[in-house]
């Protein structure tokens, strides 16, 4: 989406959303013609006083670069955003959706004539300012406490050709870490205790490590390298670790940054992923483990390459492909070989969904077919893990960071 584009969508939800905004509070709250004036500039003084807020933010900060500090100071701007107008424009969606409702009923009562009563109540406005009070309490809520309140996801998966000995086999996985994103080393303290108290016969590390910057490891070096796994732990790159973070740009010491990365989590302890594969042995049986750098679709870098990574495995293995982008699974591996699961990140279900036993919804899906959770084709699965940290933001709505307890399972 390039800069027009952008600035279009945002002024127009800006002014939808006070537009609306402006007839609720209108009808539910005051009726006095002085009042009206005073509601009515004060609502655009604000939108006017929001936008060069938004301007000077985006000024003073600049591009970040490499430098993570910078890169966190721009979440501000869309920190504002959702705060101040997630609300109003759920609001307005749903009185945008009953004034269609009424232009339809007035054409067909313009058609049959009066035989289709057509009554605009106040209702409408109720249920507008409720959804208005709800949708802000978990907004705040998603800002100050769930976007470090950590969950553990356990899951089963049941494959045909699981060899006997993996039958139970336990993978922990934990995806974009954004360490420049923290503030104090808690949340991943805490992260790393969780993590060993399941037991993992191995974690595996499903990319983005980092924002901008390999500085951002320093404070967490120590605390990561205590991840313990029977059978070790694996890391791939994503795409903010090799520098594809949308349209920012770009370090011109990017390579330097990767190699020092890579480099970084060796020393963690990772075994590190980049276009290859590994065998996981237990007895005479074994799993192929297959990582490639971040393959992504458009505007992200397709820069892995998973022929590589597959060509020193056997055709009739057990494999578990490790893909920073769940976008890579339609891409190139469902239907087109026989990888059994894979394992992605990326999305951070948006950091904003509703997720519930019935049924999941997120902006995230609009981008993604597979955005969070568990999805299967026959014999071939992916898990997207929606992420520990958070970026581009500061908050989590709806969707709490997660740590993915995977057991596998033999269907025989």
């Not at 390039?2 to 539910?28: A, G, H, P, Q, T």
């Not at 000024?59 to 910078?70: A, F, L």
């Not at 949708?135 to 950590?150: D, R």
Request: aromatic share 14%; glycine share 6%; proline share 3%.
């Amino acid at each position: 989406m390039n800069l027009f584009i952008r600035l279009f969508v945002f002024c127009f939800l800006v002014i939808l959303s006070d537009f609306y905004f402006y007839k609720l509070l209108k009808k539910l709250f005051t009726s006095n013609p002085r009042n009206t004036r005073i509601l009515r500039y004060s609502i655009l003084i604000l939108g006017l006083l929001f936008v060069f807020f938004e301007l000077v933010v985006y000024y003073i900060v600049g591009y970040p670069e490499d430098n993570y500090i910078k890169y966190r100071q721009l979440f501000l701007i869309l920190d504002a955003f959702i705060i101040i107008y997630l609300p109003k424009i759920v609001a307005a969606g749903f009185l945008l959706i009953i004034d269609f409702i009424f232009i339809i009923i007035f054409i067909m009562k313009r058609i049959f004539g009066n035989r289709i009563a057509m009554i605009k109540q106040k209702w409408n406005y109720i249920v507008a300012f409720l959804l208005y009070i709800l949708v802000l309490t978990f907004t705040i809520l998603g800002f100050v406490y769930e976007k470090t309140n950590l969950k553990v996801e356990r899951v089963e998966i049941q494959f045909d050709n699981l060899p006997k000995t993996f039958n139970n086999f336990k993978i922990v996985q934990i995806s974009d870490i954004h360490l420049g994103s923290f503030q104090s080393t808690k949340t991943v303290e805490k992260s790393v205790e969780m993590i060993n108290s399941l037991n993992p016969d191995i974690v595996i590390f499903s990319g983005d490590m980092i924002n901008v910057s390999s500085s951002e490891v320093n404070p967490y070096m120590n605390i990561l390298s205590k991840i313990k796994a029977r059978y070790g732990k694996y890391s791939v790159l994503g795409n903010h670790d090799i520098g594809d973070y949308f349209s920012l740009r770009k370090p011109i010491n990017q390579n330097e940054i990767t190699t020092q990365l890579i480099l970084d989590e060796q020393k963690m302890g990772f075994i590190m992923l980049i276009d290859s594969s590994c065998y996981i042995k237990i007895g005479n049986d074994s799993i192929a483990l297959i990582g490639i750098n971040n393959c992504g679709n458009y505007p992200f870098l397709h820069s892995g390459n998973l022929q590589k990574a597959i060509k020193n495995t056997n055709y009739y293995d057990f494999k578990i492909l490790v893909s920073h982008d769940p976008d890579e699974w339609n891409s190139e591996v469902l239907n087109q070989t026989n990888i059994n699961l894979t394992l992605s990140g990326h999305t951070h279900a948006m950091q904003m969904a509703i997720i519930c036993k019935l049924f999941k919804m997120s902006p995230a899906a609009l981008k993604y077919s597979e955005w969070y959770g568990l999805y299967s084709s026959d014999n071939q699965k992916i898990y997207v893990n929606p992420g520990m940290s958070y970026s581009g933001f500061s908050g989590r709505i709806g969707t709490r960071p997660e740590i993915t307890c995977i057991t596998l399972k033999s269907k025989k």
